[in-house]
């Protein structure tokens, strides 16, 4: 458990308008099993809670990796018809639908876990598929991919603001104002993001590069704990200036 401490950069504390709470995951890649059980802690809490508007957040990353992709994105959606969501673009979800779209990308999406996502949807893709093969691969994803699916993937968004908060996959282009960030580094940026000490015109909260435990700073908070490797998918609450990460 990990909570937010003011440091010397910030006097204070980044805010959510009053009578917001947000729950936020990163980074599930195909972990439907733990996305579940968060969902259990997080109706766990909304049951004693009073007077709130809560807001999912999710980072993105929900695919590749893991074992279950497909059902990551069915309960996701099915979340989606009940509460109210937010669903960000990861890096390897705009690399599903390039590889949808061009299928000479396959090798690159294979070394992405792409080999994962495919097996989910009910494929059995060879050890090194051809080139045909990789093709005949990808037509077979598309065909199985639900209609619904193929639009909730096809809908996600780059970022998400609410009060002091800058909600992302994987951070912004230090030097750049938030809302002239390009999609590349909301999605792809690590080291010149990761080693900025300096403040952000919002508080930023991202995944994208696995961390321990939670990694709260005073400019950024980094809630990917490598769910398909460590087993541990993390839960970031937020409500008015507290931060709580489990």
């Known amino acids: 458990m990990v909570r937010w401490s003011k440091s010397k950069q910030r006097t204070k504390r980044p805010s959510l308008p009053e009578g917001i709470r947000v729950y936020a995951m990163t980074d599930i890649h195909g972990c439907a099993d733990q996305l579940e059980r968060m ?17 999912h957040v999710f980072l993105g990353d929900y695919i590749d990796r893991g074992p279950a992709s497909r059902e990551t994105i069915e309960l996701l959606a099915r979340r989606s018809q009940h509460h109210e969501t937010i669903f960000l673009k990861g890096n390897h979800e705009a690399f599903l639908l390039e590889v949808l779209n061009d299928p000479s990308q396959f090798s690159n999406w294979k070394q992405f876990g792409g080999i994962q996502t495919l097996i989910s949807y009910g ?11 990789q093709l005949e691969l990808i037509e077979e994803l598309r065909a ?8 909730f ?14 909600f992302v996959h994987a951070g912004v ?13 909301l999605l792809w940026i690590r080291e010149e993001f990761l080693v900025h000490e300096k403040n ?8 994208h590069t696995p961390v321990q435990t939670p990694d709260i700073r ?17 839960l970031l ?10």
Do not use: W
């Open 218 to 234: 005073s400019n950024r908070a980094n809630i990917d704990t490598g769910a398909y490797a460590t087993g541990n998918l993390t």
């Open 173 to 185: 282009r230090p030097g750049v104002a938030l809302a002239q960030q390009q999609e590349q580094d």
């Open 39 to 55: 969902f259990t802690v997080i109706d766990r809490d909304l049951s004693t809670a009073n007077s709130i508007r809560p807001i």
């Open 153 to 166: 993937l096809n809908a996600l968004r780059a970022r998400f603001v609410c009060g002091d908060f800058f």
């Open 237 to 246: 609450t937020i409500q008015g200036d507290s931060m709580l990460a489990i």
């Open 123 to 133: 494929l059995r893709p060879p050890l090194n598929p051809d080139a045909k093969q």
């Open 144 to 151: 199985k991919i639900p209609a619904y699916q193929l639009a």
């Open 200 to 207: 952000f015109e919002k508080y930023i909260v991202h995944g």
